[in-house]
């Protein structure tokens, strides 16, 4: 056993408690009023990273919420990887669906309930301790490394490709090892191949410049809502896919291989429905559960909203309404140009009765690939499968890490995911929460990851 | 000039502050919270009723929202009238979209603005304050009346019917005359010969037990807002008909003598899309505008919900999305049988990976009509022209009275609406207004029009 793990093992109770701490600050980065908490955290992360022993750690303002760093860069014989993590958190709501209060940590069934548990702050704790303890038992790193931590991360990292173009040097580094993505399912380890891309929109249709009386205008002029779920139901065919004209043309089809790894991987469908509550599975025709949520890109309604909401009716036409979209992309989609497909067809389907607003919102993310032979990629199934005992599956995420493509365009860099959350932990919806089980895992297999990779450069031992 | 009219002229300023103290009193029905509102609604108008004279007034508690009754019965030689009015009031949100609070009424242009100032708290005081100077001038009254003034019509009189049924002999009337109701169009006058009928819905999808990660779920089970946006956009077709089946079966077309009495109607259709800020008007092709809005019947969306709607984009794949549904009614439709067959076209439309959950508002409403002959009818035509100074112009209302029909079916008696608010007064909507000329106007209508009544019953003088 490395030194450093036994002291991890007995730092455990503690580390729960600062963890309970870190997730006690609702860094919500979406809400404008949440700016100071998201300050906070960066403040914490902070904190953490000068007392792990690292020196030049510094909290970088941004347009957005600020961005942290620090680095340990004393063996020039030995890799560099860059550390990556986030430390604000989605939006809470809805409040009244969650078991105990969001922001006041709760340990329940060995698992820590709270915003931020799984994504990203139990996960980033994870590195930073482990660097910590590697200072403390060996007095240096096997590797060097430099640590970038996030605040916008919920938000599209809208502030971080400025930041890395401004920071090369600082950011140098052979690959990036990154503290958020997560393990596809519990006791089912899992190296991420690849992680679909994001572009959002908000659309808003107003037919009127007041709420009309729904007795004494309806019928004479449009109804908002009407056209919305009009414009909206267009978006999708009858089969499941999308019908935005040439929202396809740069998808490349999954090969035969990638859907034959897929078809292999023991799923149960039925399990699975149950343990979200859906009556059934469905989609694009012509592909399997697994691949609409890994290799296809889709389109969702994120929020849909208009007129009288309140309890019992009443009685009116509003004068607008609105919903929130957004699209998972697949290689190679441009979530500019898919953005501008979408725009398109909405503007061709509204008519002239009614007046069409649209915000693309500017934080799209490229979807991203890896090559199966990267040696960080090898090196992070060998440590997950002897850290666990199963040999790890190959997974492409349904979900977005949009730092996979930016570290890869504006750095050259390629991007394991090496998080210890798992895609179970209800993150970004109510009662999410982290296995305190999977602080041991993560802990244990980070400190090996650096050790073996440290011994790699050194040549066959 | 009648004695009253000059006295009524006299108490002009006392009564806009009566009406401003009245308006202040938020009585939003169809809100619980505002249930001791309402009550105080009562109160104010059983104490207007006191003071003008009336000595049975009295609250009655229903089930929901009181009702307040008073009569003056004490000449057995004249007929009697029902005068009709409700103190509730619709709800004012969106309160941001209101220049000045709806609960604090203001004076502007010669305009009371205030939730309720036109619907129907203004044109309500009227035939209170005209009653009220006919007692002081005269020490009796024209004919007999008696009041029944509500605090459910904005939520759909849901406990009148069982309380007329319990009340015929107090309610005996030759016919009703109603405070609610509306001027068509300013310097226009006009008098109603019908109303449409209501019913309304509300239907709720759920996909999901719980919200789920727009990427990690995305494409494997159904968006309960895609479902929601595709089942409601089935319920209307290409050309603006209603898409139920079984929706059209009881409509009655209107006569060739109806539709041509609406197109000779001064009507400026731009000069009405601009009013409200509107580019086109469009429905139900082969009907015009008024046409579509008097003598067609409509299905309205009148709120829709579901998701993130805060600011910023939340990736979330919601539980569950919901709709408000109001359709406007014509004869002979049902609003029982209209809203199962609406019923019947969302349970088949839903598909097998949704739940649908779906509650009919039991306050429907039918749609009612009266003849063109009616005495009081004619005469109501005849002191609007002596009045005004015009030809009043008979029309349908596209909005709803639910006391027509219920008037009509308890009770065999017709209604005249005799409503000095104006269909431009922004009633269920923010801003609402009563025009104070209208005040004058409407009680001098009403002081000449109970004058005229007793006259006609002494025969020819």
Redesign the interface.
Known sequence: MIAAESLLADQREAMVAELKSFIEIPSVS???AHAGDVQRAAEFVAKQLVRAGLSDVRIHPTEGHPIVTASWRHRSDRPTILIYGHFDV??P??LA?WQSPPFVPVIRNNRLYGRGASDDKGPLLIPIKVVAALLAAEAELPVNVVFLLEGEEE??SAHLGAFIEKHRALLSADFVLSADG?QWRPNFPSVITG??G?C?L?VSVE?????????????????P??K???L??SL?RGDGAIAVTGFYDRVIEPSIEERQRVAAIAFDEAE??AS?????????VGYS?IE??WL?P?L???????????????????SW?G??I?C?LVPDQNPVEIAECIVRHLRQGI?????LSIHV?PSGAWPYTIRDDHRGLILAKEILAQVTGQTPVLVR????IPIGGLFKQLLGIDTIFFSFAT?DE??????EFFRLSSLGTGLKAWTQYLHALGRQSCGPS
């Open positions: 979406t809400d404008p989605q939006p709501d809805p669906a938000i599209g997560a992680s679909r994001l959002a908000e037919s009127a410049r007041k709420d009309l009386h729904s007795g004494r205008h309806g019928g004479a002029v449009a109804n809502i009407q919305l779920v009009d909206l139901a999708h699975y429905l979200i509550g859906a009556e059934a599975s469905v989609g694009e559960l609409r949520n296809r889709t969702e309604f994120n929020g849909i909203y208009g007129g009288y909401t309140g309890p019992g009716k009443k009685t009116v036409i509003p309404a919903a929130k957004t998972r008519g002239p009765d009614a007046r919102e995420m349904g979900a977005t895609a209800d993150y970004h919806a109510p009662n």
